[in-house]
Every structure is written in structure tokens, then in C-alpha cells.
């Protein structure tokens, strides 16, 4: 089971570039929940995404401490999907649905940050252990989804 979860469902197998085809299973997923399920879903699903991939990630990597093979995505999949939630959580106070660009910006910032790796994305990620496959993601999603905010204030606010 830890296996199934930490490759999400197969889309970490995708070749090439499994972090960013897993990142896009999470994208497709996450829009799929949050418009036909709402905000409160998605919360949902990246609460139990995040608990589920700190167990599959300590599972799988066991046996093989600092390793972060590209197979495992459930760090993809908890990191865009907090992403998702800024964007997500301004349509939900207007009590409508994400629409374009929101989680299409959070899918190319999260992409961005989780491969640049700046500051606390940086340091996550030498710690070199299960906990810090899935901390970088979280906060590059947490970098991701405060810049998606800040983009959607200067569209909307200082150019419109």
C-alpha cells in the first residue's frame, strides 16, 4: 500500500520528468475535487495526502535512508495541492469554483520552486531523510501559493 501511495497511483512510473507528470495527476485530481466537491474536499484530500505520504515516504524509504527516488510523487501531489488551496480559498469566499489561470499559476509556481529549491524549499531538502522528501514540496507549495495570491492581486487589482 505504502508503494501505491507514494507513487500516486502509477504516475510517478511516467517517464520523463515523473515529478512534474505527478504534479500534473495532482493538478487534474485536486481541480477535479475542488470543482465537483468544493473547497472543503480539498482541504480534505491534501490533509489525508499529506498524513499518507509522510507514512509512505518513512515506509518506502526505510531501508534506504537519503534517497529521494523520482518514483515517489506523493510529496508532488500534498505540495501542489496546498498550492491549489490559496487560489481554491479565494473562489470559495466568492462562492464560486477555481477557474483558469489560478490553478494553472499554481501547477508552473509550484513546478518552479520545487526544482529552484530557494531558502526553506532548500533546506528541506538536505535534510536528506523520508521527512524531507515531503517538507520541500510543502513548502514549495506554500511559496507557490502565496505568489499565486500575490499575482492574482496585481492582475486584478493594479492592472484591471
Sequence with gaps: ?????????????????PGTWGSLAALIVGWGIERYLGFPALVIAFVVATIAGFWACEAELRDRPGEDPSEIVIDEVAGLWLAMLFPAFGFWMRDMSMVWPGPVAAFLLFRLFDIWKPSLVGRADRRHDAKGVMLDDLWAGVFAGVCTVILAVIYHVIIL
Design 1 to 17: 500500500m505504502s508503494r501505491i501511495i507514494a507513487i500516486f497511483f502509477g504516475a510517478g512510473l511516467l517517464r520523463p520528468a
